[in-house]
């Protein structure tokens, strides 16, 4: 029998290749497993945290609070303390949904696709992104409740067995959001925790701290690497990652059509189900886009987090925005085309009206301010690609506030016009939530391996076989 | 045949995937049957190697999927027909209006039926298992490789099997105390 050892894995012919260069760009440096492991696992394993860290903490704590402070006195009071008022009767809690329900999408999306297309480029992000998706996702799934009148009646959208002989209207897309969002939220969960059992393994190994050996051996449910544990694994990744594509499509739709459904003009649209998508994919790029740049930085990741990545998501964004301003050019050829005078009316009015500005904010955030990336200089600067991410995240929040606000302050009669004016406790709650997002945020990088350890020694092995 | 011999089984380690999966297919190839390979990441080719591989899961995904749908589906069903038929304007409920509640739930039935199937026919959570009882295994998550063979393999003995694993250029040969 022979016993000599290959070098390296045996070559898969051509698609072995590829592979390997691929990985080439996207992983820097001289690394092994173990210096690999360390690197990630050490994030977490520090005692002490950092300084810039506990700051940040300490800022999105005081927000948290804020948020569940403001959401208290919402309970309290009832849903007057808004700016809320016929005819404007959605404002910021649906904005602030659609707006963190978009974000949430492309995240397990990112994830999913990369997977299924095996693009090695998803190994360093797709844990965060994943993350980033289920914190957005809890955020917006609070607003739909809150906006309520009487929101301790919310699990009336659930059928369950009662003595009043009530069921849901099935045929409602506020019914239909319930479900979408519940499979997507426990889709995304376990879609995380598959991928997080294994490397849950390494930090209990790597652990010093009694404490800590303890909670990740309990995290970690016993994971030992077995090879055959490890293929029910990757197929498992794979089953979710293809269930994962249409449901993330099947959730914003749903969103959509939420609006659609309704015959307010400038709602009242076929094309609203794949443009609340698009928009969804741009903003959630746009917010990966944040995070990626900020935790580059902070963690000093870039042997992880190469150039090649933030191109590719760059590219990825400008992508989705020009399908977004295509939307937005079909929505104004659909208003015209229609001859409905509320339609053409609604769609004037959001470019002169008084919300005018909003309109016209957004333009520039999310058609003008994209094109930069067509520029493979600007791709290649971390912080103009952050700047450029933060206006397009505003820009899309500007988008949901024009859809919703402009649709409702002028329907059909003149005589049921009016204004929406914000109060403080619309901007608590959603500076709030966005500092409830960061909260979680902290603590996640801080005491789960942000990155993919093991996907990352995939990637090395791949690299290593064409060196 | 060593009935008698305490031990689990004896764990050779090695330092990358390549060695690994040369051992395993040698292992295989030598007719032990009881045979475990560890990685700190999935090994292309390693279960096949091994000898066996699991093809269950899309087919519990299926089992679940329709689960869910077809359940979510029955259950919208008997509400607007049977329990609460709702008649508005002589418009009943088609079956189009009950198809995103049944989609989303489908994928739910599958999602759960592949996050428990992997765990329960991986036999997990287990948190105690005699490899962990080998000082350097918790390597095994980090950069190290490991084949096991079992005791309880027919052709185990503890000498004999030793002596095969020290061909395989591995790192160390240890004895796994049950």
């Given at each position: 029998?022979?016993?000599?050892?290959?070098?390296?894995?045996?070559?898969?012919?051509?698609?072995?290749?590829?592979h390997a260069r691929a990985a080439a760009a996207v992983l820097a440096g001289t690394h092994s497993y173990g210096s690999i492991s360390a690197k990630i696992s050490d994030i977490v394993l520090t005692a002490r945290a950092a300084r810039w860290w506990l700051i940040a903490f300490a800022a999105c704590s005081v927000l948290?609070?804020?948020?569940?402070g403001s959401i208290g006195y919402l309970f309290y009071k009832g849903v007057g303390i808004w700016g809320l008022d016929v005819p404007v009767v959605w404002a910021f809690d649906i904005t602030n949904y659609v707006w963190w329900i978009a974000i949430a999408m492309s995240g397990t999306f990112i994830s999913a696709v990369l997977h299924l297309t095996r693009q090695p480029w998803g190994a360093s992000i797709s844990r965060f992104a994943e993350a980033m998706t289920i914190?957005?996702?809890?955020?917006?799934?609070?607003?739909?409740?809150?906006?309520?009148?009487?929101?301790?009646?919310?699990?009336?959208?659930m059928p369950y067995p009662n003595v009043m002989a009530l069921w849901p209207q099935w045929r409602s897309p506020l019914v239909w959001d319930f479900f979408?969002?519940?499979?997507?939220?426990?889709?995304?969960?376990?879609?995380?925790?598959?991928?997080?059992?294994?490397?849950?393994?390494?930090?209990r190994d790597r652990a010093r701290a009694r404490g800590a050996q303890v909670i990740f051996a309990l995290l970690a449910l016993g994971w030992r690497g077995e090879a055959r544990h490890w293929q029910r694994r990757q197929s498992a990744q794979l089953l979710l990652a293809g269930l994962a594509v249409p449901l993330v499509v099947s959730v914003h739709s749903v969103v959509g059509l939420d609006f659609?459904?309704?015959?307010?003009?400038?709602?009242?649209?076929?094309?609203?189900?794949?443009?609340?998508?698009?928009?969804?994919?741009?903003?959630?790029?746009?917010?990966?886009?944040?995070?990626?740049?900020l935790l580059q930085r902070a963690f000093d990741l870039g042997e992880f987090i190469t150039e090649r990545h933030l191109d590719n998501l760059a590219k990825l964004i400008l992508a989705m925005g020009l399908v977004v301003a295509y939307s937005y050019l079909m929505e104004l050829f659909m208003a015209w085309?229609?001859?409905?005078?509320?339609?053409?009316?609604?769609?004037?009015?959001?470019?002169?009206?008084?919300?005018?500005?909003?309109?016209?904010?957004?333009?520039?955030?999310?058609?003008?301010?994209?094109?930069?990336?067509?520029?493979?200089?600007?791709?290649?600067?971390p912080w103009v690609l952050f700047g450029i991410s933060i206006l397009i995240n505003i820009g899309m929040w500007l988008e949901r506030f024009m859809l919703i606000v402009t649709s409702e302050y002028r329907d059909f009669l003149p005589s049921a016009w009016g204004m929406f004016y914000p109060t403080v406790w619309d901007w608590a709650i959603l500076i709030g939530s966005i500092g409830f997002f960061g909260w979680m945020l902290l603590l996640f990088v801080r005491f789960v391996p942000l990155m993919s350890m093991y996907e990352m020694r995939e990637l090395l092995t791949h690299q290593k076989a064409v060196s | 045949m060593t009935q008698g011999d305490p031990a689990y089984g004896l764990l050779a380690e090695f330092s990358g995937p390549a060695a690994l999966l040369h051992a395993a297919r040698a292992a295989h190839g030598a007719g032990y049957r009881k045979l475990e390979a560890y990685a700190p990441m999935p090994v292309e080719g390693l279960v096949e190697a091994l000898g066996s591989t699991d093809k269950g899961l899309p087919r519990l995904a299926l089992v679940g999927g329709l689960i869910g749908g077809i359940g979510t589906y029955a259950l919208q069903w008997l509400s607007v027909k049977v329990i609460y038929p709702l008649d508005v304007g002589g418009r009943t409920p088609a079956w189009p209006g009950l198809i995103p509640p049944t989609f989303d739930m489908a994928i739910l039935g599958a999602t759960l039926a592949i996050f428990f199937g992997v765990l329960l026919r991986s036999r997990l959570p287990r948190l105690n298992h005699p490899v962990f009882n080998d000082d350097g295994f918790a390597a095994a998550s980090t950069?190290?490789?490991?084949?096991?063979?079992?005791?309880?393999?027919?052709?185990?003995?503890?000498?004999?099997?030793?002596?095969?694993?020290?061909?395989?250029?591995?790192?160390?040969?240890?004895q796994v105390e049950p």
């Amino acid at each position: 029998m022979s016993t000599a050892v290959p070098e390296v894995l045996p070559p898969g012919g051509a698609d072995h290749a590829v592979h390997a260069r691929a990985a080439a760009a996207v992983l820097a440096g001289t690394h092994s497993y173990g210096s690999i492991s360390a690197k990630i696992s050490d994030i977490v394993l520090t005692a002490r945290a950092a300084r810039w860290w506990l700051i940040a903490f300490a800022a999105c704590s005081v927000l948290t609070l804020v948020f569940f402070g403001s959401i208290g006195y919402l309970f309290y009071k009832g849903v007057g303390i808004w700016g809320l008022d016929v005819p404007v009767v959605w404002a910021f809690d649906i904005t602030n949904y659609v707006w963190w329900i978009a974000i949430a999408m492309s995240g397990t999306f990112i994830s999913a696709v990369l997977h299924l297309t095996r693009q090695p480029w998803g190994a360093s992000i797709s844990r965060f992104a994943e993350a980033m998706t289920i914190f957005a996702l809890v955020i917006a799934g609070i607003f739909p409740i809150i906006h309520l009148g009487r929101p301790w009646f919310f699990y009336w959208l659930m059928p369950y067995p009662n003595v009043m002989a009530l069921w849901p209207q099935w045929r409602s897309p506020l019914v239909w959001d319930f479900f979408a969002i519940l499979a997507y939220l426990l889709l995304s969960l376990m879609f995380w925790y598959l991928g997080l059992i294994p490397d849950f393994a390494t930090l209990r190994d790597r652990a010093r701290a009694r404490g800590a050996q303890v909670i990740f051996a309990l995290l970690a449910l016993g994971w030992r690497g077995e090879a055959r544990h490890w293929q029910r694994r990757q197929s498992a990744q794979l089953l979710l990652a293809g269930l994962a594509v249409p449901l993330v499509v099947s959730v914003h739709s749903v969103v959509g059509l939420d609006f659609a459904a309704g015959n307010t003009p400038g709602w009242h649209s076929t094309i609203f189900p794949p443009f609340f998508v698009a928009g969804a994919m741009f903003s959630g790029f746009a917010m990966a886009m944040t995070i990626v740049v900020l935790l580059q930085r902070a963690f000093d990741l870039g042997e992880f987090i190469t150039e090649r990545h933030l191109d590719n998501l760059a590219k990825l964004i400008l992508a989705m925005g020009l399908v977004v301003a295509y939307s937005y050019l079909m929505e104004l050829f659909m208003a015209w085309y229609s001859a409905d005078r509320y339609e053409i009316y609604t769609a004037l009015t959001r470019m002169q009206g008084p919300y005018a500005w909003v309109y016209w904010s957004l333009i520039f955030c999310v058609v003008v301010v994209p094109q930069a990336l067509w520029s493979q200089r600007v791709r290649h600067a971390p912080w103009v690609l952050f700047g450029i991410s933060i206006l397009i995240n505003i820009g899309m929040w500007l988008e949901r506030f024009m859809l919703i606000v402009t649709s409702e302050y002028r329907d059909f009669l003149p005589s049921a016009w009016g204004m929406f004016y914000p109060t403080v406790w619309d901007w608590a709650i959603l500076i709030g939530s966005i500092g409830f997002f960061g909260w979680m945020l902290l603590l996640f990088v801080r005491f789960v391996p942000l990155m993919s350890m093991y996907e990352m020694r995939e990637l090395l092995t791949h690299q290593k076989a064409v060196s | 045949m060593t009935q008698g011999d305490p031990a689990y089984g004896l764990l050779a380690e090695f330092s990358g995937p390549a060695a690994l999966l040369h051992a395993a297919r040698a292992a295989h190839g030598a007719g032990y049957r009881k045979l475990e390979a560890y990685a700190p990441m999935p090994v292309e080719g390693l279960v096949e190697a091994l000898g066996s591989t699991d093809k269950g899961l899309p087919r519990l995904a299926l089992v679940g999927g329709l689960i869910g749908g077809i359940g979510t589906y029955a259950l919208q069903w008997l509400s607007v027909k049977v329990i609460y038929p709702l008649d508005v304007g002589g418009r009943t409920p088609a079956w189009p209006g009950l198809i995103p509640p049944t989609f989303d739930m489908a994928i739910l039935g599958a999602t759960l039926a592949i996050f428990f199937g992997v765990l329960l026919r991986s036999r997990l959570p287990r948190l105690n298992h005699p490899v962990f009882n080998d000082d350097g295994f918790a390597a095994a998550s980090t950069d190290r490789f490991f084949l096991c063979i079992e005791a309880a393999d027919p052709q185990y003995d503890a000498v004999q099997t030793r002596a095969f694993l020290e061909r395989l250029n591995p790192l160390r040969v240890s004895q796994v105390e049950p």
